[in-house]
């Protein structure tokens, strides 16, 4: 079975603070896709990475920065200086390999305070 | 259009009566999805559109729902003789082609949702 646990449910920091938020999944594939989406209050989801299975490189883009560790199964996401625009529920996703059917977890919702 | 829209982005109906909820994906994207967002829960997928494919609707949770895809495109899912446990954000997105292909790496394209609310 798959399964995506986000087991932060609600963060709060203070702006400029660094913050990661945790996404732990469970899958029997060898080959499957990790994804991270954002859902500011607007509600649309705003996709923001994919990794593959068979690609550990942590990836940084501005601000924002990824750790995926196969060992652990954990697909971590870090905010840099946290900003109030930031604020949003984050949303992990698990995908096998042929599949279509997103595993999303139960996200966490960020607050980022002035 | 420029992005996938959806509409009414909130329905509030009474127990019993049907509902129909539609979504507009990106012209010329093939595959569409519905999912649905209870409220602290994650997305549960609903039922995936590939070209002129036979949908899966192995995520539709009672015979109560039912979605159609016309033409390829505009989408319009239904629920009838509404219950009170169906209040839920729906979510539509589309991508341009299905899964396994380069199109993955960019993720699916999701609308803003239709909030309905049963009372």
């Known amino acids: 079975a798959q399964k995506v646990t986000q087991a932060q449910t609600e963060i709060s920091v203070v702006e400029k603070e660094d913050v990661t938020l945790d996404c732990v999944y469970e899958?029997?594939?060898?080959?499957?896709?990790l994804f991270w989406y954002k859902q500011p209050p607007s509600g649309e989801l705003v996709f923001l990475i994919r990794?593959?299975?068979?690609?550990?490189q942590n990836e940084i883009s501005g601000r924002y920065s990824w750790n995926f560790q196969k060992s652990t199964s954990s697909f971590n996401f870090t905010i840099t200086a946290s900003q109030v625009v930031d604020s949003a529920v984050y949303f992990c996703?698990?995908?096998?390999?042929?599949?279509?059917?997103?595993?999303f977890g139960t996200g966490t919702r960020l607050k980022v305070l002035a | 259009g420029a992005g996938v829209s959806q509409s009414p982005s909130n329905k509030v109906t009474e127990k019993g009566k049907d509902v129909e909820l539609r979504c507009d994906p990106i012209?010329?994207?093939?595959?569409l999805y519905w999912y649905r967002q209870s409220l602290g829960q994650g997305l549960e997928f609903l039922i995936y559109?590939?070209?002129?494919?036979?949908p899966d609707k192995s995520g539709l949770p009672s015979d109560r729902f039912s979605a159609e895809r016309t033409g390829g495109s505009v989408s319009t899912l239904t629920i009838q003789r509404t219950q009170q446990e169906d209040s839920a954000v729906y979510l539509c997105?589309?991508?341009?082609w299905g899964p396994g292909t380069g199109e993955l790496s960019y993720g699916y394209t999701f609308g803003s949702g239709t909030r309905l609310t049963v009372v």
């Open positions: 997105a589309s991508s341009l």
């Open positions: 899958t029997r594939d060898t080959t499957y896709y």
């Open positions: 990794r593959n299975s068979f690609d550990e």
């Open positions: 996703a698990l995908a096998g390999s042929g599949t279509y059917k997103y595993i």
């Open positions: 012209s010329g994207h093939t595959a």
């Open positions: 559109f590939q070209g002129n494919s036979a």
